[in-house]
């Protein structure tokens, strides 16, 4: 079944990411797994599975932490995307990766990438109150037939890509980058490619007008810009100045595809100063 994430949403559709979660958890947290024993202290250490066989078998790993190397075949959002073993094409196949919030999915599509997470297979109704995105009913339920790997931690395997590592003080943001913040809405609105998604931001914009949860920033020269607040609720009004301040991420394929998006990014903004 072909999987669809609605545009005017991007965010409940789907830095990254990346890290999911706090690296170590306490005591306290971990309950126990399927097979009865605790969850922390048997899957806590990551074990290093083949992406095919992981996919294939999925129950096999259920309350594990497993490391994986593949692609990100589909960016679906700021908190879904898939990665799937290496191959010439990719038939909207894959593992179901999901970055949790405040964390974000900097991640660009056919990028090699490393995930480390737990194996959990989802209850609709439990990850709907676990996970606010996953409430846009447009989601597709059959992005959770299957088991989902809920990431802790997702890496770059190249160095030709930015780093992906996370920390829990840096919910959107990169380490291992001195890279200055584009401050040029013009750059952005420029844009043809992904290349600058991981970058950071921060830059004024004229808000054009909202759309779903988020909105448009105009630049003097009639160029747009597409911004997601990271909270929920922040409001904006056309002809409004704001302050932004977020990262860039890649957007959906099939927002581009539907002729819903202009650009192959948009600004994942986690802080909005409206003027």
């Not at 995930?115 to 109704?125: C, H, I, M, Q, Y």
Request: overall charge positive; hydrophobic content about 40%; aromatic content about 6%.
């Amino acid at each position: 079944m072909r999987r669809t994430v609605s545009m005017t949403s991007i965010s409940l559709a789907v830095a990254i990411l990346a890290a999911a979660a706090p690296a170590s958890r306490s005591a306290a947290q971990r309950k126990p797994g399927a097979n009865g024993q605790a969850a922390g202290a048997a899957s806590d250490q990551p074990v290093k599975a083949d992406l095919n066989d992981l996919e294939r078998h999925p129950e096999k790993y259920i309350g594990k932490t497993v490391a994986v190397e593949g692609e990100a075949t589909e960016i679906l959002g700021p908190h879904l995307f898939t990665v799937d073993a290496p191959k010439w094409f990719h038939l909207w196949g894959g593992m179901l990766v999901v970055v949790p919030e405040p964390f974000a999915t900097i991640v660009r599509r056919d990028a090699p990438v490393r995930v480390t997470g737990t194996v959990e297979k989802v209850v609709l109704a439990e990850a709907k109150r676990k996970w606010s995105f996953i409430n846009d009913p447009k989601i597709q339920v059959d992005l959770f037939e299957k088991p989902v790997l809920v990431a802790k931690e997702v890496t770059t395997v190249a160095p030709s890509i930015v780093s992906l590592r996370i920390g829990p003080d840096q919910p959107t943001g990169t380490s291992g980058s001195n890279a200055a913040p584009v401050k040029d809405l013009n750059q952005l609105a420029s844009a043809t490619d992904t290349s600058l998604v991981g970058s950071k931001v921060e830059l004024t914009g004229t808000v054009a007008r909202t759309e779903g949860d988020g909105f448009w920033v105009r630049t003097p020269s009639g160029g747009e810009v597409f911004v997601l607040p990271a909270k929920k609720g922040t409001t904006v009004r056309g002809g409004q100045t704001a302050a932004i301040h977020g990262t860039v991420l890649e957007t959906p394929r099939q927002n581009r595809e539907a002729g819903k998006a202009k650009h192959p990014i948009y600004i994942y903004a986690d802080r909005i100063e409206p003027k």
